[in-house]
């Protein structure tokens, strides 16, 4: 079984600032990782996503991510967040016991001040 | 390439009735999972097609079925609609089975049952 928990569901940054989204995830084996950002009315576009090369993953947009085994965790940043960037993010986990579908966290609500 | 395409975009419909929607996937790609996003329950899966065989299907009772044609296009049908069937309907398709491979999402079939 896998599950995702992302913590905090609103997260508030101002524009320059860092951004910091946290996610942790469980899985009975080697899992892959990814970050979804959604916007308004629209699908969710990938961000990144890790399968066990490198990790510190580089994605669209600035943002990265690091997989740290030992904690379990994959958490987003970006050194310096836009206007741009209010959206919801979600992250997700899969692996090779569930044919390949994700099991996504609830979301977080990125807003970004000016 | 042209992206996942979604019909219909909105949808309002009655208790009882039954639903069909629409998904093509980007040119190639033989997978299409559908998932179901609620602002209470978040993002759950529904099941994935690979060539035109359901290969996973999530939690979600019989009324929800799916289906895909030979040219990876897909469709999932509800019958006897429940106002908690309201929610926005995502597909994503994948060029191939399996747990690392990147989905690709449509904009959503907004669905409201009244």
């Known amino acids: 079984a896998q599950s995702v928990t992302q913590l905090g569901s609103h997260v508030s940054v101002s524009e320059g600032a860092l951004v910091l989204l946290r996610c942790n995830y469980s899985s009975s084996v080697p899992p892959y990782l990814f970050w979804y950002v959604q916007y308004p009315n629209q699908g969710l576009q990938l961000l990144l996503k890790?399968?066990?090369?490198?990790?510190l993953v580089k994605g669209i947009n600035g943002f990265e991510a690091e997989f740290k085994k030992s904690e379990t965790s994959f958490h987003l940043t970006k050194p310096s967040a836009h206007m741009s960037d209010a959206a919801e993010y979600f992250c997700?986990?899969?692996?090779?016991?569930?044919?390949?579908?994700?099991?996504f966290g609830d979301g977080t609500t990125l807003t970004v001040k000016p | 390439k042209a992206g996942v395409t979604q019909t219909p975009r909105y949808l309002i419909k009655t208790r009882g009735q039954q639903v069909t929607l629409s998904c093509s996937p980007i040119?190639?790609?033989?997978?299409v999972s559908w998932y179901q996003q609620t602002p209470g329950q978040g993002l759950q899966f529904l099941f994935e097609y690979f060539s035109e065989t359901q290969r996973n299907k999530g939690n979600f009772p019989g009324r929800f079925s799916g289906r895909q044609f030979s040219n990876s296009r897909s469709e999932m049908n509800v019958s006897t609609l429940e106002l908690g069937d309201s929610a926005l309907y995502l597909c994503a398709s994948s060029s191939d089975t399996g747990a690392k491979e990147t989905q690709y999402f449509g904009p959503g079939t907004r669905l409201l049952v009244l």
């Open positions: 040119s190639g790609h033989r997978s």
């Open positions: 997700a986990v899969s692996d090779n016991t569930n044919a390949g579908k994700s099991t």
């Open positions: 890790y399968t066990s090369a490198a990790t």
